[in-house]
């Protein structure tokens, strides 16, 4: 239980710093602080039902999309995201392009950091307590 929160957590942290790097880098998107939390939450909960289902189709109809389930469902979590949520907005092909390549390698990036630098000393702390 402890570890799917912890996972659910990560996930969060993760897409939030994303967001924000790809908002400061591309300048046709634009992130509003009032709905960013919200817009954190929709992004992530659609990433993570859909990246399961992209990676189920590809492996049934095109094998070879497969490896990129993550990149696509970047992508598809961005678009819903948009559509849903007033608080992101992205303009022009380039930039979407840019923004999903970027949410992607960064939500990466901070996924594989955060467990490591934020979660292990609290997780050393808990396992001492017990």
Known sequence: M???????????????????????VLDDMTLSTSGFFLAVLIFTVIEVVTQPLIIKNSMRNASALSGSSALIASFVALVLTTWISDSLQIT????????TVIVWAAAMLAAF?????????????????S
């Open 2 to 24: 402890v570890r799917t929160l912890i996972s659910i957590l990560v996930h969060l942290l993760a897409n939030a710093i994303a967001l924000i790097v790809a908002a400061a």
């Open 92 to 99: 022009g092909f380039v930039t979407w392009l840019l923004a």
């Open 113 to 129: 950091i955060l467990p490591t630098v934020v979660f292990k000393r609290w997780l050393q702390d808990n396992r001492a307590r």
